[in-house]
Nanobody, 126 residues
């Protein structure tokens, strides 16, 4: 089993920034592709970004490209999501997830993931 714990969410004004963290334990973290997803009320969970096992490859949803940056520190078993130029439409619960078998381009569906965190709320006010 792998445990994932997100942190760093909160309330921010439009145009502001937040950095989310996802701390992992229980498995060899560097064996997993890690993704960030988000879910707004009444909507399906959607892909935000993925990062490869070594951190050299990343993939982003078009809606966040150029504003969000995913990174990881395998020595700390942690993945980050730096979110800049936030918009009200970025408001959602943000989840990190770990996939043991895919890559950053194939692991864009929530169905691909083996482990999930509990989520952290991000609210962007206009």
């Amino acid at each position: 089993q792998m445990q994932l714990v997100e942190s760093g969410g909160g309330l921010v004004q439009a145009g502001g920034s937040l950095r989310l963290s996802c701390a992992a334990s229980g498995r060899t973290f560097s064996n997993y592709v890690v993704g960030w997803f988000r879910q707004a009320p009444g909507k399906e969970r959607e892909f935000v970004a993925t990062i490869s096992r070594g951190g050299g490859y990343t993939n982003y949803a078009d809606s966040v490209k150029g504003r969000f940056t995913i990174s990881r520190d395998n020595a700390k078993n942690t993945v980050y999501l730096q979110m800049n130029s936030l918009k009200p439409e970025d408001t959602a619960v943000y989840y990190c997830a770990a996939d043991g078998s895919g890559n950053v381009w194939t692991s864009i569906s929530p169905m691909k993931y083996d482990y999930w965190g509990q989520g952290t709320q991000v609210t962007v006010s206009s």
